[in-house]
């Protein structure tokens, strides 16, 4: 079974560019997760889905973080205009609907570096 | 509010010896809990769940855990550490139907041959 794919594995932008973060999640799973892990931090939850619907965005900076799920599948995550801040690592995980869907899987995650 | 606390940014223990990383948890309602490890450059991977039950759950590579409700402790545990366990432990709780989820700030575990 394959697991979470996240695409870029790595970026290097200035401040006030853009950037976008790809996942896909694992195959059958109705639940998506994006994180943001500061160094030295534990894991912060930025938004979580549930198909193409939002569960929970309250804490993603929504001035400047979007992140959509159109058709349930993959998922985008976008930073615009990024700040020295958001220098991170961005996670994503996804888990079942049903049962066992406590457990979440991880990516390898993305990792941004903003100067 | 909720959160997660992991108190040793740290943990250092020969191999052979067993380990212990700590966790304490403070939430309204009955906390679901999870450990998940990170290793260099990788996401988190779940060794292990509390969600009700028995208090001593065991998991993947021989960890186990113990719930303690009158303390708010999840405790990570292992009989004998391998040099193969140094890594970032992240201790996590959810919530209600598993829609919220706050991680701890994470224990480098340091096992030495």
């Known amino acids: 079974e394959a697991g979470v794919a996240q695409s870029p594995r790595y970026k290097i932008i200035e401040k006030r560019q853009s950037v976008a973060f790809w996942c896909n999640p694992i195959?059958?799973?109705?639940?998506l997760y994006w994180y943001q892990q500061i160094l030295g931090q534990g894991p912060k939850l930025l938004i979580q889905?549930?198909?193409?619907?939002?569960?929970?965005d309250s804490q993603l900076p929504k001035d400047r973080f979007s992140a959509e799920r159109l058709k349930g599948v993959d998922s985008t995550l976008k930073i615009q205009p990024a700040k020295l801040e958001d220098s991170a690592v961005y996670l994503c995980?996804?888990?079942?609907?049903?049962?066992?869907?406590?457990?979440?899987?991880f990516g390898p995650g993305t990792r941004l570096l903003v100067l | 509010a909720q959160s997660v606390a992991q108190p040793e940014d740290q943990v250092n223990v020969a191999e052979g010896n067993p380990l212990t990383v700590k966790c304490t948890y403070s939430?309204?309602?009955?906390?679901?809990l999870f450990w998940y490890v990170q290793y260099p450059n990788r996401g988190l991977q779940f060794l292990l769940k509390?969600?009700?039950?028995?208090?001593l759950v065991k998991g993947s590579y021989g960890f186990e855990a113990e719930f303690n409700k009158s303390q708010t402790s999840f405790h990570l545990k292992k009989p004998s550490a391998l040099v193969s366990d140094s890594a970032l432990y992240f201790c996590?709780?959810?919530?209600?139907?598993?829609?919220?989820?706050?991680f701890g700030s994470g224990t480098k575990l340091n096992v030495k041959p």
């Open positions: 195959s059958g799973h109705a639940t």
């Open positions: 889905f549930q198909n193409n619907g939002v569960v929970d």
């Open positions: 996590a709780v959810s919530l209600y139907n598993f829609n919220k989820f706050y």
């Open positions: 995980a996804s888990s079942f609907r049903g049962q066992g869907r406590e457990t979440q899987y």
């Open positions: 939430v309204s309602g009955n906390p679901y």
């Open positions: 509390y969600i009700t039950g028995d208090n």
